[in-house]
């Protein structure tokens, strides 16, 4: 699922486990960076580590395995999301605003 801020700064992009549940992980997307948050929709979401510079090249694990984890995780429930295009960079952060 995919959540834009009312400021329109960043995206929120978490699992929907159905039955209106919603995860407490996600990653967030901001213009030029992303961080895994915990606390999906909070104005100000707990951040696993410091936020990484887009674009993310996923072939690297070290230093990201949690933002590496929830990527899988929202890839594996949501395979349309364009959360990859817009963190490698071949969808523009102002495009994926909507």
């Not at 990859?84 to 960079?89: D, I, M, N, Q």
Request: glycine share 10%; net charge negative.
């Amino acid at each position: 699922m995919k959540t834009t801020s009312a400021d329109r700064t960043y995206i929120d992009y978490w699992q929907d486990y159905g039955t209106g549940m919603k995860s407490h992980f996600g990653i967030r997307v901001w213009m030029g960076r992303c961080s895994a948050i915990t606390n999906v929709g909070a104005q100000h979401p707990n951040l696993f580590g410091n936020p990484t510079a887009l674009p993310v090249d996923l072939s690297i694990t070290e230093g990201q395995h949690s933002l590496n984890n929830v990527i899988g995780e929202h890839r594996a429930r949501h395979p349309d999301s364009d959360l990859v295009s817009v963190l490698t960079g071949i969808k523009p952060f102002s495009e994926a605003l909507g």
